[in-house]
């Protein structure tokens, strides 16, 4: 196949991470015959001190016009003044409200030769294989009225929690569809004992749930939920949730994983080209440094062949030669290893079949 992706490296160790995942991805074009072009923009704090802006238009109209982007981390310590008009994180948000990709699928999965990096113990990680689909594109991050005035001499601050039923319903329609062809175990995670927002999504997933009658469904409250994703994480497998649980909940279930350099992500979009990104984020300490694990980029790259691309035997290959790789001991810095980013990929590359 021919396509046409665009490269969003950012900031931090982002350039880094995403260098190694094109590399792969140029690998396994070579190996399976396809043809894959990739163009790089600036997008965050390296746009912001290009065109003072974290995201152009024409930057996102690329991006629309590709058949997938890959995106490294955005943000560092020389964008964060709270008081700053612009901020790398509004073009994160830009992109994904821009690209309408209101799904984001993060995996998590543990691999049994690196229980010994999670500090939970070994026998709680047995079998942890689960998933969250987190709502991208609306909840707090996007609701309106947004923002600060002020009201009898005293500052004010908003942020909007909202949601609408379609919203709801096409993200757990979604994570049920996906519930089915795993364990059919989907978990809908809110706060409906006090939020008004999280009674309709109960009331909506328990709509959708008549459309999939093989999937089992639980609700949960999102306190709950983060005291169960470290006290029996295994008994999760779909979990679906507004978009700041979803946040707070996957940089916990990192955990699981031992690093968060481990987890990849995919943003779908109901149409047009998917979003790919590693979970973590720019990590400004360990920038320029040639350390930073690439496996949750080069994962995403994988995800973006399955579900931008269709294709199943390219990130098979990948996942399975990242499987090799960790049982042979390859390891990063976050892992306690000492193999480079590069070091880390070229073990990875070599096993791709
Ligand atoms: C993530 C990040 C982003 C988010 C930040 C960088 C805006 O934490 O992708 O999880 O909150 O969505
Ligand atoms: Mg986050």
Redesign the pocket.
């Known amino acids: 196949m021919e396509a046409n992706i665009v490269l969003l490296p950012g900031d931090g160790i982002g350039p880094e991470v995403v260098g190694e995942a094109v590399r792969v991805l140029e690998h396994v074009a070579s190996r399976y015959g396809h043809t894959f072009r990739f163009s790089e923009r600036l997008m965050g704090g390296c746009s912001i001190d290009r065109y003072g802006a974290a995201l152009t238009d024409e930057t996102l109209a690329d991006c629309q016009a590709a058949d997938a982007v890959l995106l490294g981390a955005?943000?560092g310590p020389k964008w964060d003044d709270p008081l700053a008009k612009v901020r790398p994180?509004q073009g994160?948000?830009g992109l994904r409200k821009g690209l309408g990709v209101f799904a984001n699928l993060r995996p998590v999965r543990v691999y049994p030769e690196l229980v010994g990096a999670s500090p939970l113990k070994p026998e709680k990680l047995a079998g942890v294989d689960l998933v969250v689909v987190r709502e991208l594109t609306g909840g707090l991050?996007f609701g309106q009225p947004k923002g600060r005035d002020v009201v009898d001499g005293h500052t004010r601050a908003v942020d909007t929690l909202e949601y609408q039923d379609f919203e709801i319903e096409r993200i757990v329609d979604l994570a049920f569809r996906l519930a089915q062809g795993r364990r059919r175990k989907l978990t809908s995670v809110d706060k409906a004992n006090v939020l008004e927002s999280s009674r309709l999504w109960r009331q909506v997933a328990v709509q959708v749930k008549e459309r999939y009658p093989e999937v089992e469904l639980s609700h949960m409250l999102v306190d709950t939920a983060s005291m169960r994703l470290v006290t029996s994480p295994a008994s999760f497998d779909v979990v679906v949730t507004e978009n700041m649980f979803g946040?707070i909940l996957?940089?916990e279930s990192s955990v699981l994983a031992g690093s968060m350099g481990m987890l990849p992500?995919a943003s779908l979009a109901t149409q047009g080209p998917g979003l790919y990104?590693p979970?973590h984020?720019s990590a400004p300490d360990i920038a320029g440094r040639g350390i930073a694990n690439p496996i949750g980029t080069i994962l995403s790259a994988a995800l973006l062949l399955r579900y931008s691309f269709k294709l199943e035997a390219e990130p098979a290959a990948i996942e399975s030669a990242v499987e090799k790789s960790i049982s042979a001991g390859c390891r990063t810095a976050d892992l306690g290893g000492s193999l480079g980013t590069r070091a880390m990929a070229d073990e990875i590359l070599r096993r791709i079949a």
Do not use: M, N, P, R
Request: glycine share 16%.
């Open positions: 955005v943000g994180e994160l948000l991050y946040d996957t940089d992500s990104e979970i984020g």
